[in-house]
Nanobody
Framework: QWHLVESGGGLAQPGGSLRLSCTPS????????IGWFRQAPGKEREGVSC????????KYKDSVKGRFTISRDNAKNTAYLQMSSLKGEDTAVYSC????????WGQGTQVTVSS
Protein backbone atom coordinates (compact mmCIF):
# COMPACT_ATOMS: atom_id res chain seq x y z
CA GLN A 1 0.00 0.00 0.00
CA TRP A 2 1.38 3.39 -0.94
CA HIS A 3 2.33 5.64 1.95
CA LEU A 4 4.82 8.27 3.06
CA VAL A 5 7.63 8.06 5.59
CA GLU A 6 8.78 11.09 7.54
CA SER A 7 12.16 11.45 9.21
CA GLY A 8 14.35 14.14 10.68
CA GLY A 9 12.38 14.97 13.79
CA GLY A 10 13.94 15.17 17.20
CA LEU A 11 14.94 17.56 19.92
CA ALA A 12 16.09 21.06 19.04
CA GLN A 13 16.91 24.08 21.15
CA PRO A 14 14.99 27.31 20.72
CA GLY A 15 16.51 29.15 17.81
CA GLY A 16 17.79 25.92 16.32
CA SER A 17 16.99 24.14 13.08
CA LEU A 18 15.71 20.80 11.88
CA ARG A 19 15.02 19.45 8.42
CA LEU A 20 12.15 17.02 8.03
CA SER A 21 12.10 14.61 5.10
CA CYS A 22 9.09 12.96 3.48
CA THR A 23 9.76 9.97 1.25
CA PRO A 24 7.08 8.03 -0.59
CA SER A 25 6.87 4.25 -0.61
CA UNK A 26 5.66 2.85 -3.90
CA UNK A 27 5.21 5.98 -5.97
CA UNK A 28 6.95 9.08 -7.30
CA UNK A 29 6.26 12.46 -5.72
CA UNK A 30 6.73 14.43 -8.92
CA UNK A 31 3.51 16.29 -9.89
CA UNK A 32 1.94 15.61 -6.47
CA UNK A 33 0.85 18.53 -4.31
CA ILE A 34 2.71 18.14 -1.02
CA GLY A 35 2.02 19.54 2.41
CA TRP A 36 2.86 19.37 6.08
CA PHE A 37 0.50 19.38 9.04
CA ARG A 38 1.35 19.37 12.73
CA GLN A 39 -0.49 18.52 15.88
CA ALA A 40 0.58 19.54 19.35
CA PRO A 41 -0.71 17.79 22.48
CA GLY A 42 -4.22 18.92 23.29
CA LYS A 43 -4.52 21.00 20.14
CA GLU A 44 -6.16 20.53 16.77
CA ARG A 45 -4.12 19.54 13.75
CA GLU A 46 -3.06 22.56 11.72
CA GLY A 47 -1.64 23.07 8.28
CA VAL A 48 1.94 24.32 8.25
CA SER A 49 2.88 24.57 4.60
CA CYS A 50 1.94 23.21 1.20
CA UNK A 51 3.11 23.38 -2.37
CA UNK A 52 1.32 22.67 -5.62
CA UNK A 53 2.34 19.90 -7.98
CA UNK A 54 4.48 22.26 -10.06
CA UNK A 55 5.75 24.16 -6.99
CA UNK A 56 4.39 27.44 -8.38
CA UNK A 57 1.99 27.94 -5.48
CA UNK A 58 3.49 27.68 -2.01
CA LYS A 59 1.72 28.60 1.19
CA TYR A 60 2.78 28.88 4.81
CA LYS A 61 0.99 29.27 8.09
CA ASP A 62 1.52 32.86 9.24
CA SER A 63 3.43 31.86 12.36
CA VAL A 64 6.09 29.97 10.37
CA LYS A 65 6.56 32.40 7.48
CA GLY A 66 10.20 33.36 7.11
CA ARG A 67 11.29 30.46 9.33
CA PHE A 68 10.12 27.33 7.48
CA THR A 69 10.74 26.37 3.86
CA ILE A 70 8.99 23.60 1.94
CA SER A 71 10.79 22.02 -1.00
CA ARG A 72 11.21 18.82 -2.96
CA ASP A 73 14.04 17.04 -4.75
CA ASN A 74 12.61 14.99 -7.59
CA ALA A 75 15.93 13.24 -8.20
CA LYS A 76 15.82 11.93 -4.62
CA ASN A 77 12.02 11.53 -4.67
CA THR A 78 11.85 13.34 -1.35
CA ALA A 79 10.08 16.40 0.03
CA TYR A 80 11.46 18.53 2.82
CA LEU A 81 10.43 20.99 5.47
CA GLN A 82 13.39 23.07 6.57
CA MET A 83 12.64 24.60 9.96
CA SER A 84 14.79 27.37 11.39
CA SER A 85 14.56 29.76 14.33
CA LEU A 86 12.52 27.13 16.10
CA LYS A 87 10.28 28.11 18.99
CA GLY A 88 8.68 26.15 21.79
CA GLU A 89 5.31 26.49 20.11
CA ASP A 90 6.65 24.55 17.13
CA THR A 91 6.68 21.42 19.28
CA ALA A 92 4.32 18.92 17.66
CA VAL A 93 4.04 15.76 15.63
CA TYR A 94 4.63 16.73 12.00
CA SER A 95 3.03 14.73 9.20
CA CYS A 96 3.42 15.07 5.46
CA UNK A 97 0.85 14.31 2.78
CA UNK A 98 0.84 14.00 -0.99
CA UNK A 99 -2.17 14.75 -3.17
CA UNK A 100 -2.87 13.78 -6.74
CA UNK A 101 -5.98 11.70 -7.29
CA UNK A 102 -6.11 10.87 -3.59
CA UNK A 103 -4.24 11.88 -0.46
CA UNK A 104 -1.46 9.78 1.01
CA TRP A 105 -0.18 10.36 4.55
CA GLY A 106 2.89 9.59 6.59
CA GLN A 107 2.89 8.37 10.19
CA GLY A 108 4.37 11.56 11.59
CA THR A 109 7.60 12.54 13.27
CA GLN A 110 7.96 14.20 16.66
CA VAL A 111 9.59 17.63 16.86
CA THR A 112 10.38 18.94 20.34
CA VAL A 113 11.80 22.41 20.85
CA SER A 114 13.16 22.85 24.34
CA SER A 115 16.23 24.06 26.15
Amino acid sequence: QWHLVESGGGLAQPGGSLRLSCTPSGFNLEYYAIGWFRQAPGKEREGVSCTSGNDRSIKYKDSVKGRFTISRDNAKNTAYLQMSSLKGEDTAVYSCYADLLRRYWGQGTQVTVSS
